[in-house]
């Protein structure tokens, strides 16, 4: 069987592009989407484009726990084992202002964002392991760059719903929040898995061209900026070449624990994060914020994580 790759959030943007990439260069292309009726006229273009009929599609909630078991069981039982695991999902509801819940009364950005792609890289651990070459894609994002703020922190104190209605909500925070989140988790699960030979990266992903229904969700401003930011961004497929790219290439074999930017170089944490050294590191590329290193940061996510997908 050729290789097998899973793409969480493979209908739409990024993850569909990813999802022809794949499919076109041979490999053997799991879909695993919410929405199924979106992604089954998306599985048939990509099938069709990259005439590969291996391309599957399984249901899959990333912020469901239940689900999430239930597409691992589902998987495992379908699959021999697992070569490339990409975790592209994410939320991100532009203009949303309520604070919401998950199935697992978990709040909805790190349900999706944070704490599903922990349970599914676990739960998938042992058929990755089968794989003479596995790796693990987490989709970051530039976001986490607010956190070159040293105010800026995670609330955890209010991540199932403790202060819901009390403090100001703002989906954009929480996807950041949730995406720093990940990163730490990327760093950890590449230490966890490393005896396995499973690798672990991230992608910090830059500015690409938004769809037309999600420009429509935005605030009448930000609805202009991302009209006029949107004759400049890239396609979804540069971003999907990097996907491709750093799961695939011989040059990321033996690389894990990383985080690469848009050029697919590595990032490194920032040495100085105030003056023109945090506006440096703000418009650039090179760096990430300190909070993501710092290992008593990371433990409190693991820790969490453990605890919430583990009840």
Known sequence: MDKIVIITGANSGIGKAAALKFASEGYHVVMACRN???????????????KNCNVDLMELDVSSFDSIRAFCSSFTNKYPRLDILIHNAAYLNHGEKEYKLSADHIELSFATNTFGPFLLSRLLADHLAKSEDPRILHACTTNIKHFFDPKRKIDYDNLRGEFRGLRPYSVYKMYGDSKMGLLMLSFKLAEAFKSRGIKVNALQINRVKLSNETIRKMSPFWRVLAWAQNITNPLPAGM???????????????????????????????????GFAQLKNILGSSYYPRFAAAPHNIEQIWALSTKLTED
Do not use: W
């Not at 790219?245 to 074999?253: G, L, R, V």
């Open 36 to 50: 199924m009726l979106i992604s089954t006229a998306a599985q048939t273009e990509i099938q069709d484009v990259s």
């Open 240 to 274: 999907a070449d990097n996907y491709f790219h750093i799961c695939t290439s011989d040059e990321y074999k033996d690389v894990t624990g990383q985080l690469f930017n848009q050029h697919r170089e590595m990032i490194r944490p920032a040495v100085h994060d105030k």
